[in-house]
């Protein structure tokens, strides 16, 4: 990836450290197919007291089941099996302990093969009975070159000691738009660098609301729509706005982005939903009887 000058510079003397290590991500190709996406992937999608659910992503149909316990050298249960379509199947697994830690991996079938593949073991812990919880949320990570990948990791570091149900990022995290140079490569480096820092949450569900500089500008011919799918399905999905529930409480992330069609005035108020992301919201919160109801949006 080549910088003009004058950003090398700057780089160079305020944050020497992250240009280096922004500059080795931008280009070791070995790093590129390091976090590049599988062709199966699971993330947590809701915690109860009792059972949680994963939402599976696949590229192609198979099977699938869940084996899981609370040791971790050993599997005392598993799951009933899931007929797996191209996209996204959700597995719900039951009757835990509350606050208890589980650790499970997932088993996969896809086409014609005849012997199931594993996943790697993953955790979680259920939550208490009363409902009682914590989440965390950020806002506008950016890692450019004003930021320190040294204090971003510890603050990561201090997210994981906390323990939080879930994670929720508001936005501002891949900055494609802000690339000097936008090709293929500069692009995938983006969502790579952003991947390996999220790969230090150790497991927690992480969400994602998508920010006015990670690249999906309605108005905008310039569009990383299909990185985003690519490298985080399960954290936005197909569409990059969604619900999600955790005990007694609604949590909705929403994207003003990709259908704002022009580029909005100084007010903002050009900023839109568009009718059918509008509808779905007035519905899902109609809908919902949870006594918490948390929206998440940039901006």
């Known amino acids: 990836m080549s910088f003009p000058r004058d950003f090398i510079n700057k780089a160079l003397t305020r944050r020497s450290a ?13 790093l590129s197919k390091a976090f590049g996406a599988t062709s199966v992937s699971t993330k947590v999608m809701r915690i109860g007291s009792t059972s949680f659910t994963i939402n599976i992503s696949s590229t192609s149909a198979g099977k699938a089941y869940v084996e899981y316990g609370y040791s971790k050298t050993k599997y005392s249960s598993k799951s009933p099996i899931v007929t797996l379509t191209k996209g996204m199947t959700a597995l719900n697994i039951e009757g835990l302990k509350a606050e208890t830690k589980v650790y499970y991996r997932l088993r996969y079938l896809l086409g014609t093969k005849t012997t199931y593949s594993a996943l790697s073991q993953e955790t979680i ?15 506008d990570p950016h890692m450019d070159e004003n930021s320190s990948a040294e204090v971003y990791s510890q603050t990561l570091e201090q997210v994981v000691k906390a323990s939080p149900a879930f994670f929720m990022d508001l936005g501002d995290i891949f900055m494609t738009d802000k690339l000097p140079n936008k090709t293929e490569a500069n692009i995938r480096a983006r969502y790579e660098l952003m991947k390996g820092f999220y790969d230090k949450l150790n497991g927690i569900p992480l969400y994602i609301t998508l920010g006015n500089h990670d690249g999906e500008l309605g108005y905008s011919n310039f569009n990383t729509r299909k990185y985003r799918k690519e490298y985080f399905p399960q954290q936005t999905g197909d569409l990059a706005y ?4 955790s005990p007694d409480a609604l949590h909705i992330s929403l994207d003003i982005f990709n259908y704002t069609m022009e580029n909005p005035k100084d007010d903002g108020w050009q900023w839109t939903l568009g009718r059918t992301q509008y509808d779905w919201l007035k519905t899902t919160l109609e809908n919902s009887k949870a006594t918490h109801k948390f929206v998440y949006v940039h901006h």
């Open 18 to 30: 992250l240009k280096f290590s922004l500059a080795a991500l931008f280009t070791t190709p070995a």
């Open 125 to 139: 812990t259920t939550s208490k009975a009363s409902g009682d919880y914590v989440f965390g949320v950020q806002a």
């Open 242 to 245: 969604y619900s999600f529930t």
